[in-house]
Nanobody, 114 residues
Framework: QVQLVESGGGLVQPGGSLRLSCAAS????????MGWYRQAPGKQRELVAV???????NYADSVKGRFTISRDNAKNTVYLRMDSLKPEDTAVYYC????????WGQGTQVTVSS
């Protein structure tokens, strides 16, 4: 059973940075597509960034140039580096693993506020 555990969320001022981590259990991480999604209060969950097993990345237009997704297959971990954070980035951020099926982490809160 695959489990995903996110960490790294918190409160940050506008313009600041955070790095989220998502550690996966099991042996399928390296062949899986990993993604970060977010859900703000009253809104639907939306894709933030995705990275394939081959390292191809894709980003939502709203975060392009500010966020960077990366993965370390040796550590079974995917990262989301978030720079130049804006109040509208405030949301619960979820890690997702896809390999035919889909698994979600529990989420980590990111709050951007002065």
């Amino acid at each position: 059973q695959v489990q995903l555990v996110e960490s790294g969320g918190g409160l940050v001022q506008p313009g600041g940075s955070l790095r989220l981590s998502c550690a996966a259990s099991g042996s399928i991480f390296s062949i899986s597509t990993m993604g970060w999604y977010r859900q703000a209060p009253g809104k639907q969950r939306e894709l933030v960034a995705v990275i394939t097993s081959g390292g191809t990345t894709n980003y939502a237009d709203s975060v392009k140039g500010r966020f960077t997704i990366s993965r370390d297959n040796a550590k079974n971990t995917v990262y989301l580096r978030m720079d130049s954070l804006k109040p509208e980035d405030t949301a619960v951020y979820y890690c997702n693993l896809k390999l035919g099926f889909s698994r979600w982490g529990q989420g980590t809160q990111v709050t951007v506020s002065s």
